[in-house]
């Protein structure tokens, strides 16, 4: 079993930057596909990002533009989302997401078995 928490959700003007980090407990992630995705108010959860647990390739949701870097450091049981030029439809709670063996299908969330509870983050001046 593996326990996920999120951490470094805030509130940041739009252009402004936030990296949130995802760190694991109970297991290693070293096996597992980990994204991110993200819910706005009344809003479907979506797909943000992910990365191969081996091969380390990731993928990003098409509104990420450039603008979003995933990364894992299996040693230390963590993954990061840098995200840069945010905008206020980028205002959701982010939530980190670990799948066992996964290594295709990273935008559906069904395939993901283990969740974070969530941070907020919120873009506004």
């Known amino acids: 079993q593996v326990e996920l928490v999120e951490s470094g959700g805030g509130l940041v003007q739009p252009g402004g930057s936030l990296r949130l980090s995802c760190v694991a407990s109970?297991?290693?992630?070293?096996?597992?596909?980990m994204g991110w995705f993200r819910q706005a108010p009344g809003k479907e959860r979506e797909f943000v990002a992910a990365?191969?647990?081996?091969?380390?390739?990731?993928y990003y949701g098409d509104f990420v533009k450039g603008r979003f870097i995933i990364s894992r450091d299996n040693a230390k049981n963590t993954m990061d989302l840098q995200m840069n030029a945010l905008e206020p439809e980028d205002t959701a709670v982010y939530y980190c997401?670990?799948?066992?063996?996964?290594?295709?299908?990273?935008?559906?969330?069904?395939?993901?078995?283990?969740w974070g509870q969530g941070t907020q983050v919120t873009v506004s001046s």
């Open positions: 997401a670990g799948g066992r063996g996964l290594v295709s299908g990273f935008t559906k969330s069904a395939l993901y078995d283990y």
């Open positions: 109970g297991d290693s992630i070293r096996r597992l596909g």
């Open positions: 990365i191969h647990w081996l091969e380390s390739t990731t």
